[in-house]
């Protein structure tokens, strides 16, 4: 079964606005509603099973600092438009309001994704939800249990779980400090989204860093652990492998594919590896 529009996404928006700044909140999310609605009504397939199993993970990340703030619905609200269309995201926030005051069985709905996503698309998951607990300009321990707990019903392997993570919070230093980083994975707001490319006013050894970091790497290792890191990545992010979670997130992978070619490149020609 696919998604179908809803024609009622104002008054969930109103709902979601009510549970976090109360009446005040309800308006503004009946307005935002309208205009999310008008914004994009394209849709692309996904199941309904895989859409409620995700909406679910969210929720859970959401709700783990026993609290859900505004930033994160914006960033849950991109995600859902900006990948699957209008329609996929009219349903999720249908879910989002059943699954808000639900005890949520982390374990049980990442074996049912297990069973209709390959790892590379079960590694997107885990990005987007690290890009949704940095939403609001912090992670905190129980956020971050809770994503090392998805990661390890997910099957992700530690190193790849430590590779995001680090990745994550390599940036979110970077923005913090004011400092040019590596665009990655670069949070840029409340719109949910990371930018991708360098931006201007490197030097060499901030951009050899920002390199390093994209690899999962230290300076200090050894050429071989560097190749190594390379083909791990260059096999894990294909962009053929995420079929299920949309073009966007094609396009996505296609680009990370292209900037950790072009960042194995540059750490190859500084170190004279063959």
């Not at 779980?161 to 040019?180: D, K, L, P, V, W």
């Not at 409340?190 to 006013?201: A, K, L, R």
């Not at 190859?268 to 063959?274: C, E, L």
Request: proline share 1%; net charge neutral.
């Amino acid at each position: 079964m696919k998604t179908r529009i809803n024609g009622c996404y104002p008054f969930l928006c109103a709902m979601i606005g009510m549970m976090i700044l109360g009446p005040v909140g309800g308006i503004v999310g009946y307005f935002m509603g309208i205009l999310f609605g008008l914004k994009n009504e394209t849709t692309t397939d996904i199941n309904d099973d895989v859409l409620y199993h995700i909406s679910a993970l969210f929720a859970a990340v959401m709700k783990s600092d026993r609290r859900i703030m505004q930033s994160e619905l914006y960033s849950y609200r991109d995600f859902f438009l900006q990948r699957f269309g209008a329609q996929a995201a009219n349903k999720a926030i249908e879910y989002l309001v059943e699954l808000k005051d639900r005890n949520i069985d982390v374990q049980e709905h990442v074996g049912r994704l297990n069973l209709k996503l390959n790892y590379t698309e079960r590694l997107e998951i885990l990005r987007y939800l690290f890009q949704l607990a940095y939403s609001d300009s912090d992670i905190d321990n129980d956020e971050l249990e809770q994503l090392q707990r998805i990661s390890q019903y997910f099957q992700i392997r530690s190193t790849d779980y430590e590779y995001i993570r680090n990745s994550y919070a390599y940036y979110y230093t970077q923005q913090q400090s004011g400092q040019s980083g590596y665009g990655g994975s670069r949070y840029s707001g409340n719109s949910g989204g990371y930018s991708s490319g360098y931006s201007g006013g490197y030097s060499r050894t901030s951009r050899l860093d920002a390199d390093y970091a994209l690899l999962g790497v230290r300076s200090s290792d050894s050429d071989e652990a560097i190749k190594k890191a390379y083909r791990r990545l260059a096999i894990d992010n294909h962009p053929d492998k995420v079929a299920h979670l949309g073009e966007t997130a094609r396009k996505e992978a296609e680009k990370r594919f292209a900037e950790i070619n072009e960042a194995y490149q540059r750490i190859k020609n500084a170190r004279g590896m063959s």
